[in-house]
């Protein structure tokens, strides 16, 4: 089992920056391949980024060059670093970690960018 628990949600006008962070315990963290999701109202939860054990990264189109991922073994945190925010990516963003096909979900964060 891991419990996560994200932080570092609120709210921003565009073009400003949040850095969410998301803490696990209860597993080996650094085994498992974490990422972020996020859903907005109305709309189907969706990849942002992802961050293999190895540390090799993913990111979604829409965030690519704005978003970046990191994370730290040591203290069992995964970062989201969101730069040059925009009014679309306001959404509940989710920390997933993955390993061995089983899957687990922190609450989610909310973040909202005013235009």
């Known amino acids: 089992q891991v419990q996560l628990v994200e932080s570092g949600g609120g709210l921003v006008q565009a073009g400003g920056s949040l850095r969410l962070s998301c803490a696990a315990s209860?597993?080996?963290?650094?085994?498992?391949?974490m990422s972020w999701y996020r859903q907005a109202p109305g709309k189907q939860r969706g990849l942002v980024a992802t961050?293999?054990?190895?540390?090799?990264?993913n990111y979604a189109d829409s965030v690519k060059g704005r978003f970046t991922i990191s994370r730290d073994n040591a203290e069992n945190t995964v970062y989201l670093q969101m730069n040059s925010l925009k009014p679309e990516d306001t959404a509940v963003y989710y920390c997933?970690?993955?390993?061995?096909?089983?899957?687990?979900w922190g609450q989610g964060t909310q973040v909202t960018v005013s235009s």
């Open positions: 209860g597993s080996i963290f650094s085994i498992h391949t």
């Open positions: 961050i293999t054990s190895g540390g090799s990264t």
């Open positions: 997933n970690a993955r390993y061995s096909g089983s899957s687990f």
